[in-house]
């Protein structure tokens, strides 16, 4: 085979740096790198050593400037408040700037880190963006996140600031936004000085005095007023995202700034065969890693057209949603998670909506954050007769691992495989020993090392966890916690976590963490948390409680304040909506918790009886619980 993909592929294997230096001709820098890559930098090397550049000037002022200070560069599409509004790329500059000149003023200054904790509202994307000016280190928090979550990421990014809203709004209800920052910013050890409230319509709230500013009055004062673009190193953070790690404490995965903007540039081209000036959606959550590489910055570098939706796929206000944004918009491309498109097949199966809008502009859709299911690959091809590209991705990356490159002609589609390794990754599977098995073996899938451009560096603060959870089960590799196979074409299947993350409703969930909230309360003896299947959300967390004893509880009451305290603790996102009460937990006789066992029950898989469980019965006790026997 040689395909385009194929001969870049061997043109990056031949000699990476070349062809990142290549990448890298896309990019404005202010100061060219010394090293493409230096090995002996942060814990396994960094890209474009020794240069300087600003993300924010490569996603805006770079485009006023060269001709599309008129082109919409960003479009708010409300269908939950009814409201819309296009940002030119010159309205994107003059916020930019103007909440930058915010920033400077309240003491803002390169490496300084601002939590971000808002809605889909356009203001979100300007706070990423005035944040990157100034080199400031934003971490955006998702909305669905409670307090206490919030707590963890202030105590961990230490932020000088927060910039937040009054509201969000989710279908039939308002969320008080402001009552969780208040809590998380009452408990985080670390004290924030300031914060930057943006009052929605739909609900406002009371700012604290001498802590809290009015978003829209504080920009509108600073309107007019220039802010350069400071020049970072290259290799500087962009941000901080934190993600779900096996325990309650979120891993901080560090971004920087050279590196993501070369990748996520040759990205937009390559990957997802998109021409500047199209209009690219991401419908996302800038809360999450393809909110921020796919709604804010990648479409942006390519000076694109970008869609800040904030609706759902389904009730906001029916499942024909999507299709009205794309041929309203223009949408060249769409990008989402499968579990939205099993959301409009179940409103909608026969897709009677696509027929009512004009779709001809639209090209590709594009699936990612969890397993694509051939099933609803099948029904998104039939319905929209276009090409459905799932493609393999993860926080720590930013970008795609696997994918099948449109940009470069379309390979051959095999379902259940979201295709092959990009450029800069050499992707390989090895055993629990660390030796290579052969192909269409299932073992652990890792990634030599060097990682490509836009991968984390490290874990924010923590190079020692970035070595523990990533660089030495398998010394020279990256793990990536999935596991899967190639096949003799080199095509790549992920089948499952090797940790205990779950995905639901493509949010990724630490099973670990909700483990910890159930174990704090007093009538749970132990506990366990599964991700059993979900026909609509792919898996969803079924908590396993032995009680106190002793205690005379309800079952039914202690049930119910598990729920409620996972809510309260890790926020609505977590989705956890299912507790069984059971007299124990099947153990091996060294004690560990044989939670797959579990997992395979409650799905009503066949499994294997663990040859060193220590009490068989208690799989039927299981099986009886969840009504499986
Ligand atoms: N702020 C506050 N609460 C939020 C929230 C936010 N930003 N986002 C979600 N929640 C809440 C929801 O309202 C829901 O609350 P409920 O228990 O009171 O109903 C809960 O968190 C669970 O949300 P979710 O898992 O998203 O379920 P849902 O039933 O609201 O919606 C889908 C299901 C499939 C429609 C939705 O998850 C979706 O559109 N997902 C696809 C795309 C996506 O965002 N992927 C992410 C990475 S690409
Ligand atoms: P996140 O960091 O939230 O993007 O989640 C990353 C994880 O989601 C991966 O490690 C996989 O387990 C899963 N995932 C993402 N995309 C895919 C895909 N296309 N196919 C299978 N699993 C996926």
Same mark, same amino acid.
Request: include cysteine.
């Given at each position: ?88 790329? &010159? ?12 920033? @400077? ?38 909305? #669905? ?66 802590? /809290? ?38 891993? #901080? ?5 050279? #590196? ?59 499942a024909g949603?999507?299709? &009205? ?16 498109? &099993?959301?409009i097949k179940k409103d909608d199966p026969d897709g009677s909506f696509i027929g ?11 699936? @990612? ?10 029904w998104?091809?039939d319905k %929209? ?22 940009? %470069? ?90 940790? /205990? ?57 202690? @049930? $119910?304040?598990?729920?409620? $305290?996972? &809510? ?16 124990? %937990? ?19 898989? /066949? ?23």
């Amino acid at each position: 085979m040689s395909s385009r993909y194929h001969q870049l592929f061997a043109a990056w294997q031949n000699d990476p740096d070349r062809f990142w230096a290549e990448a890298a001709q896309a990019i404005d820098w202010s100061k060219p790198w010394d090293s493409v890559f230096d090995p002996d930098m942060g814990v396994y090397g960094q890209w474009f050593a020794g240069a300087r550049c600003n993300t924010c000037y490569n996603c805006v002022d770079r485009h006023v400037e060269g001709g599309r200070a008129d082109q919409a560069a960003l479009i708010y599409d409300s269908p939950i408040t009814g409201a819309k509004r296009t940002l030119s790329y &010159r309205d994107l500059q003059s916020e930019v700037q103007a909440l930058a000149a915010v920033l @400077a003023d309240q003491g803002i200054v390169k490496g300084d880190r601002v939590i971000i904790y808002m809605p889909m509202v356009p203001e979100a994307v300007v706070s990423m963006l005035a944040c990157a000016r100034i080199g400031a280190v934003h971490s955006v928090v998702f909305g #669905g996140f409670a307090a206490n979550e919030l707590a963890t990421r202030i105590d961990d990014a230490t932020p000088k600031m927060i910039i937040s809203a009054s509201c969000g709004i989710e279908p039939g209800r308002i969320v008080a936004y402001k009552p969780l920052l208040d809590a998380a910013i009452e408990t985080a050890r670390h004290k924030v000085g300031s914060c930057l409230v943006l009052q929605r319509e739909q609900q406002g709230c009371e700012l604290v005095a001498g802590r /809290d500013a009015d978003y829209a009055d504080a920009v509108a004062a600073a309107r007019g007023r220039d802010v350069p673009c400071v020049a970072v190193k290259a290799t500087d953070p962009l941000y901080i995202l934190y993600t779900s790690g096996t325990t309650g404490e979120p891993k #901080g995965v560090v971004r920087d700034n050279g #590196g993501h903007m070369v990748a996520l540039k040759w990205s937009m081209q390559a990957i997802y065969g998109i021409e500047p000036g199209e209009v690219f959606w991401a419908a996302s959550d800038v809360g999450w890693v393809v909110g921020h590489s796919y709604i804010v910055y990648a479409p942006l570098l390519h000076g694109c057209t970008t869609i800040v939706f904030e609706g759902k796929p389904v009730g906001t206000p029916d499942a024909g949603t999507f299709w &009205r944004v794309i041929s309203e918009h223009n949408v060249a491309a769409l990008f989402t998670a499968p579990t939205a498109f &099993r959301a409009i097949k179940k409103d909608d199966p026969d897709g009677s909506f696509i027929g009512r809008y004009d779709l001809s502009r639209f090209r590709t859709l594009f699936l @990612a954050g969890e397993r694509a299911d051939p099933d609803t690959i099948h029904w998104a091809e039939d319905k %929209l007769k276009v090409p459905v590209i799932d493609h393999w991705w993860q926080t720590e990356t930013g970008w795609t691992i696997a994918g099948n490159p449109v940009g %470069l002609g379309q390979l051959p589609v095999k379902y259940g495989s979201p295709t092959v390794a990009m450029p800069g990754y050499d992707v390989q599977i090895l055993d629990d020993a660390g030796h290579p098995v052969e192909a269409g073996k299932l073992g652990n899938i890792v990634v030599k090392l060097p990682l490509p451009p836009s991968c984390l560096p490290t874990l924010w603060g923590n190079d020692q966890r970035f070595r523990d959870a990533y660089l030495d089960e398998f010394p020279g590799y990256y793990k990536t916690s999935d596991a899967g196979y190639k096949d003799e074409d080199g095509y790549l299947f992920i089948m499952a976590r090797t940790d /205990d993350i779950i995905n639901v409703a493509g949010h990724r969930l630490s099973t670990g963490a909700m483990e910890e909230v159930l174990a704090g309360h007093p009538d749970v003896a132990e506990c366990a948390v599964v991700g059993i299947a979900d026909a609509m959300k792919g898996q969803s967390p079924c908590g396993f409680i032995v009680m106190t004893s002793g205690r005379d509880r309800d079952p039914a009451e202690v @049930a $119910k304040e598990c729920i409620a $305290k996972v &809510r309260a603790e890790i926020g609505p996102v977590a989705a956890f909506k299912q507790v069984v009460t059971v007299q124990r %937990l099947p153990k091996t006789r060294s004690g560990k918790i044989l939670r797959g066992t579990m997992r395979q029950i409650a799905d009503g898989e /066949d499994y294997k009886m663990p040859a060193t469980i220590d009490d068989p019965a208690i799989l039927d006790e299981i099986a009886a619980a969840l009504g499986k026997e």
